[in-house]
């Protein structure tokens, strides 16, 4: 059974940084995409970065581009998100997934494109 566990969240005042950690066990991660997705109250899930399985290429949602970080060691079956310069309006519950279906040379952006899912950790960014 694949299970995804993050880690790393909290409250942080705006402007400060925070990484976040993706753990994966019953899976070798190193033939899949991964992705960080974020649901503020109210709002609907959405993606905020993905990586490649050798990590060369990468997507970043336009708010968070020069902001945030994705990265993965595939040797410890772990993805990371990097937050700097984080603002109030990135609050929200953010959550890891994995694309196991999909080839991992591509990044992906969809919600269904990740059919595991981790089971979010909450980042609060007071201002």
């Known amino acids: 059974q694949v299970q995804l566990v993050e880690s790393g969240g909290g409250t942080v005042q705006a402007g400060g940084s925070m990484r976040l950690s993706c753990t994966v066990s019953?899976?070798?991660?190193?033939?899949?995409?991964m992705g960080w997705f974020r649901q503020a109250p109210g709002k609907e899930r959405v993606i905020v970065a993905s990586?490649?399985?050798?990590?060369?290429?990468?997507y970043y949602r336009d708010s968070v581009k020069g902001r945030f970080t994705i990265s993965r060691d595939n040797a410890k079956d772990t993805v990371y998100l990097q937050l700097n310069s984080l603002k109030p309006e990135d609050t929200a519950v953010y959550y890891c997934?994995?694309?196991?279906?999909?080839?991992?040379?591509?990044?992906?952006?969809?919600?269904?494109?990740?059919?595991?899912w981790g089971q979010g950790t909450q980042v609060t960014v007071s201002s």
């Open positions: 019953g899976r070798t991660i190193s033939s899949d995409t």
């Open positions: 997934a994995i694309a196991t279906t999909y080839s991992g040379t591509l990044y992906y952006t969809r919600d269904a494109d990740y059919d595991v």
């Open positions: 990586i490649t399985s050798g990590g060369s290429d990468t």
